[in-house]
T-cell receptor, first 112, second 112 residues
Framework: ETGVTQSPTHLIKTRGQQVTLRCSSQSGHNTVSWYQQALGQGPQFIFQYYREEENGRGNFPPRFSGLQFPNYSSELNVNALELDDSALYLC???????????FGSGTRLTVV | SQQGEEDPQALSIQEGENATMNCSYK?????LQWYRQNSGRGLVHLILIRSNEREKHSGRLRVTLDTSKKSSSLLITASRAADTASYFCATDASNTGNQFYFGTGTSLTVIP
């Protein structure tokens, strides 16, 4: 199956709670990157995973953490949610050496 | 920040006209990509241009890259209503490998 799938598509959480977002990478892709996109802004790089190890991180606090599994699926975990965490979270997969990303449709997180 | 910046922020044209968007960035890059995003959904990869290339074509898209000016342009010829979307440039710093940083985007509206 091709394409990147993300779940859930929408989510509402309360400030202080924890959330886990999931991503299934495109078949054959071994690298996954997560982005946060606030309304009206460009995507901001959170971190990237390659072969289950973090391979670079943007300017996000440690309460943003991730995992990549042997089948290259991935999770983004956010602890102690803040109102400003409300955004579209995008997962993108790629194959090392092929620099084009394939993006999922995103998870819209609303923190109230 | 190595994040790119697109110009203009918004562009409105008639169907059939050409649309030109520009991107400026701050650091040396390995390559630059352009993406399209419809209505806050996932991004679609349009075209990649490497730092040693000056121009690239893909269908109705033409991308130029001027590394001396740290800028790129995306030209969409014979625009269609379906081209209405936000367009982002994404750059990777030469020392970060396959990690991309997005600009703020150009919102294109093509009027039928």
């Amino acid at each position: 199956e091709t394409g990147v799938t993300q779940s859930p598509t929408h989510l509402i959480k309360t400030r202080g709670q924890q959330v886990t977002l999931r991503c299934s990478s495109q078949s054959g892709h071994n690298t996954v990157s997560w982005y946060q996109q606030a309304l009206g802004q460009g995507p901001q790089f959170i971190f990237q995973y390659y072969r289950e190890e973090e391979n670079g991180r943007g300017n996000f606090p440690p309460r943003f953490s991730g995992l990549q599994f042997p089948n290259y699926s991935s999770e983004l975990n956010v602890n102690a949610l803040e109102l400003d965490d409300s955004a579209l979270y995008l997962c993108a997969s790629s194959w090392t050496g092929n620099y084009g990303y394939t993006f999922g449709s995103g998870t819209r997180l609303t923190v109230v | 920040s190595q994040q790119g910046e697109e110009d203009p922020q918004a562009l409105s044209i008639q169907e059939g006209e050409n649309a030109t968007m520009n991107c400026s960035y701050k650091t040396s890059i390995n390559n630059l990509q352009w993406y399209r995003q419809n209505s806050g959904r996932g991004l679609v990869h349009l075209i990649l241009i490497r730092s040693n290339e000056r121009e690239k074509h893909s269908g109705r898209l033409r991308v130029t890259l001027d590394t001396s000016k740290k800028s790129s342009s995306l030209l969409i010829t014979a625009s269609r209503a379906a081209d209405t979307a936000s367009y982002f440039c994404a750059t990777d710093a030469s020392n970060t490998g396959n990690q991309f940083y997005f600009g703020t985007g150009t919102s294109l509206t093509v009027i039928p």
